[in-house]
């Protein structure tokens, strides 16, 4: 098998807000009707999470689950961990109406850590990431700058960013800019 | 600014999250059809200045549709609800017939 390199093999910027890249993380597109009580019960088996409410995600470490889409889960798992995972799911949906894809490899995960976090992540994107609105825990799919991103809080002070492998760098070098920028002072 | 409350995924999307999808409530005519609904179907439009009703894509967000009811006028929103309808819920009718009283939009009154 060829050798998995991550999108920027660990890129950080560092500063008081801090962006880095993730490395290798396992990602796989879940699909299929999240109340059914298979699905459920793989996910939980997986991640160590139950199917997380709408516009939710739950993570430990690497892994976790995020709500996609009414129809449309992300399973995080240990890169490593990807292939024995799309297994344990073909296993336990057999028969079922469904869709595992690993996209581990087609994707890119940054992380945003620092005091303003929150802004350097609210200035490129058409979210309200105000704190009364945007908590720990919320999974958000939109925009920075110009391509699709999702992302979601781990801590107060901690963004994970995931986005096409292909604009990594575009999304990297677009959330150093904004954290070297600094503070807007807005939240 | 326009955003849309997505009834998908329940985020209120900025229209840059958003691609418009045309009109809604389209009846589609397909093979078989005569040439007239055809026509009809493939180009004629509503094109109000006013109460309208649109398709919306949550393009950058959960990926699904969903229809909009709005003004073309003021850009005033009266709802949004579920694409999986032949006709707007009666919530909506309500909400736009107590700003637009008298309205009607192709059968919709």
């Not at chain 1, 993570?59 to 976790?64: F, P």
């Not at chain 1, 995020?66 to 995080?76: G, V």
């Not at chain 1, 799309?86 to 296993?91: T, V």
């Not at chain 1, 991103?149 to 959330?175: H, K, N, P």
Request: overall charge neutral.
């Amino acid at each position: 098998m060829s050798n998995a390199v991550s999108t920027l093999q660990g890129k950080v910027a560092n500063g008081e807000v801090t962006v880095s890249e993730g490395g290798l993380r396992g990602m796989i597109t879940f699909r299929g009707d999240l109340a059914n009580a298979k699905l459920k019960s793989v996910c939980k088996s997986l991640t160590g999470f139950a199917v997380p409410e709408r516009g939710k995600a739950s993570s430990n470490g690497d892994k976790g689950v995020a709500w996609m889409s009414p129809d449309e889960l992300l399973i995080l798992v240990p890169h490593a961990e990807t292939k024995a995972a799309i297994e344990a799911i073909a296993k336990a949906m057999n028969g079922q109406h469904y869709l595992a894809e690993n996209v581990s490899d087609a994707r890119t995960h940054l992380k945003v850590e620092g005091r303003y976090a929150r802004e350097v992540v609210a200035k490129l994107a058409p979210a309200d990431l105000h704190p009364d609105s945007f908590h720990v825990g919320d999974f958000r799919r939109t925009r920075l700058g110009q391509i699709a991103a999702a992302f979601w809080m781990t801590d107060d002070q901690t963004f994970e960013v995931i986005c096409f492998r292909s604009v990594g760098g575009y999304a990297f070098d677009l959330l150093a800019a904004s954290a070297k920028a600094g503070p807007v002072g807005h939240f | 600014m326009l955003t849309l409350h997505c009834p998908n995924c329940g985020v209120h999307a900025d229209e840059t999250d958003l691609h418009a999808e045309g009109e809604a409530h389209l009846k589609r005519f397909g093979p078989n059809s005569t040439d007239d609904d055809f026509h009809d179907y493939m180009f004629q439009r509503q094109n109000p200045k006013g109460v309208h009703f649109e398709r919306w894509k949550h393009v950058y967000g959960c990926g699904k549709y969903f229809l909009a009811a709005r003004c073309t006028a003021t850009l005033e929103v009266f709802g949004t609800y579920a694409a999986q309808t032949h006709e707007p819920p009666q919530a909506i009718k309500d909400a736009i017939t107590a700003k637009r009283p008298g309205w009607s939009w192709g059968d919709f009154s």
